[in-house]
């Protein structure tokens, strides 16, 4: 990968043997590099290729380099504190965020966020690197900001997780979680609240069961447990086959059988709460 031009301090544009282009982000990469010279791989900490290359390049030609380093040493924060892989998509959602988001909160445009609740109990792990990135923002920006912010800062987070490209895809990843849970406290006719370590468990099994349908990836048993658990919990079986179908029609995909198993196992134990 050679050295082609100047981005900011920390990034530059390179191309490689073929001749293609790809934005490089790395702290102080752009010092003491010639043209055309080749770029140490030690020195490589973010590569965006050609779609990615294009939004980065067009975002890093219109915001300031001082929101471009805060938000790079926001995303480090998240890293570090999460220790989660996040797709490249954060670089560009978060800085166009970032961007914007002094004037917003300084002429009170500050957006709701209408699953606040959501992300805050289903995600708290997200919600609470967060709400530690806004106290960081309201320092550095001199703004006041609130729980709203949290929850959307704490989207982008998720979103990078699950490696989205539009926030609009996360909102609806969840939105059904939260189906999820309510079909099947309505359907057991359970009270538990959030603070219970039973939600607590339901709203995690829940969550990675619509991550693995989202990336079209099973579940999978050692054995064969579908009819074994249906026999043994028919009425948990049943809630799991009608939100396994409510789900296949929403997300347009197809559950196995062990999924519905795994799942059933789960709402068995609110039924027996």
């Not at 959030?194 to 579940?219: G, P």
């Not at 789900?247 to 059933?264: M, P, R």
Request: with cysteine; glycine share 2%.
């Amino acid at each position: 990968m050679r050295f082609r031009k100047v981005l900011n301090n920390n990034a530059v544009l390179a191309v490689d043997n073929d001749g293609k282009e790809y934005v490089i982000f790395s702290r102080g990469i752009a010092f003491d590099l010639k043209k055309d010279q080749e770029i140490p791989e030690e020195r490589i900490d973010r590569i965006f290729f050609s779609g990615e290359k294009n939004s980065i390049q067009e975002l890093l030609e219109t915001i300031p380099q001082n929101y471009f380093d805060l938000s790079c040493e926001i995303i480090e924060f998240i890293q570090k504190n999460l220790q989660t892989k996040i797709s490249n998509s954060i670089y560009i959602t978060l800085m166009d965020h970032i961007s914007f988001l002094k004037e917003r909160a300084q002429n009170g445009m500050l957006l709701k966020n209408a699953l606040k609740w959501e992300i805050k109990n289903f995600y708290p792990e997200e919600y609470r690197v967060s709400k530690k990135i806004v106290e960081l923002l309201e320092d550095e920006l001199e703004v006041t900001l609130n729980d709203d912010e949290v929850a959307s800062i704490a989207l982008h987070i998720i979103n990078a997780q699950m490696g989205n490209s539009s926030i609009q895809e996360s909102i609806k990843y969840v939105q059904l979680v939260d189906d999820i849970i309510q079909i099947i406290f309505y359907q057991t006719n359970k009270e538990i609240h959030e603070e219970d370590l039973i939600y607590q468990r339901l709203a995690t099994h829940v969550k990675f069961f619509v991550k693995r349908i989202y990336q079209m990836k099973d579940h999978k048993t050692q054995d064969n447990l579908n009819q074994p658990i249906k026999n043994s919990f028919p009425k948990a079986y049943e809630i799991s086959k009608k939100i396994t179908e409510f789900v296949e029609k929403k997300v347009d995909c197809k559950i196995s059988d062990e999924e519905i198993s795994y799942l059933a196992i789960h709402i068995q134990r609110v039924l027996i709460y």
